[in-house]
């Protein structure tokens, strides 16, 4: 590693810093304290020069970031699944209503959607898990050659960008 720390809040996705225990993270993976996780995690000055992760640390930080993030998604299939938590997937066939969703113009499809009265939108799949959902989702959207146009095109309830669309669908 060169002698410049690292300034690993500047990556992408860094946000998620913020909503971890520095505490817990430095004490369960690292056997050192919050101050000395948050010294390296803001490039602080220890004893006259910015510090950061070495090499191995940032390993190690990977690692944890890893691991707690399979503790959480393990812990979270464990919850009770309610009738309102299935994941709903609408399978879209229509190819203005693909090339709307694919270029995330959700004011475009509601105009679609609003200027003729004979679409036709499936009922949807429903699923008790996201993996169950993904599962059933595999293959759709392209056949065998990936630069064919996408003839279907699964939106799926449990993805926050596909949700509006979904809404604009339930309402048409």
Same mark, same amino acid.
């Given at each position: 590693m060169?002698d410049?720390?690292l300034?690993?809040?500047?990556?992408?996705?860094?946000?998620? +810093?913020?909503?971890?225990?520095? *505490?817990?993270?430095? =004490?369960?993976?690292?056997?050192?304290? =919050?101050s000395?996780?948050?010294?390296?995690l803001?490039?602080n000055?220890?004893?006259?020069?910015?510090?950061?992760?070495?090499d191995?640390?940032?390993?190690?930080?990977? !690692?944890a970031?890893?691991?707690?993030?399979?503790?959480? +998604?393990?812990?979270?299939?464990?919850?009770p699944n309610?009738?309102?938590?299935?994941?709903?997937? !609408?399978v879209?066939?229509d190819q203005?209503?693909i090339?709307?969703?694919?270029?995330?113009?959700l004011?475009?499809?509601? &105009?679609y959607l *609003?200027?003729?009265?004979?679409l036709?939108?499936?009922?949807?799949?429903?699923? *008790?898990?996201?993996?169950?959902a993904? &599962?059933?989702?595999?293959?759709?959207?392209?056949?065998?050659?990936?630069?064919?146009?996408?003839?279907?095109?699964?939106?799926?309830?449990?993805e926050?960008?596909?949700?509006?669309?979904?809404? &604009?669908i339930?309402n048409?």
């Open positions: 060169n410049s720390p300034n690993i809040r500047i990556l992408p996705g860094a946000e998620v +810093l913020e909503h971890i225990n520095c *505490a817990y993270v430095a =004490r369960r993976f690292f056997n050192r304290s =919050r000395w996780f948050i010294h390296r803001n490039n000055i220890v004893n006259g020069k910015p510090v950061s992760f070495t191995a640390e940032l390993r190690t930080l990977r !690692y970031l890893r691991t707690l993030s399979n503790e959480i +998604l393990n812990y979270s299939s464990n919850l309610t009738q309102d938590m299935d994941i709903k997937v !609408y879209i066939t203005t209503a090339d709307l969703i694919t270029d995330n113009d004011d475009g499809f509601k &105009a *609003a200027e003729d009265d004979t036709y939108f499936p009922e949807p799949e429903t699923f *008790a898990t996201e993996e169950q993904l &599962a059933f989702c595999s293959g759709i959207g392209y056949g065998i050659d990936e630069r064919a146009p996408i003839e279907r095109y699964p939106l799926r309830s449990c926050p960008a596909d949700v509006p669309f979904i809404e &604009a339930e048409y």
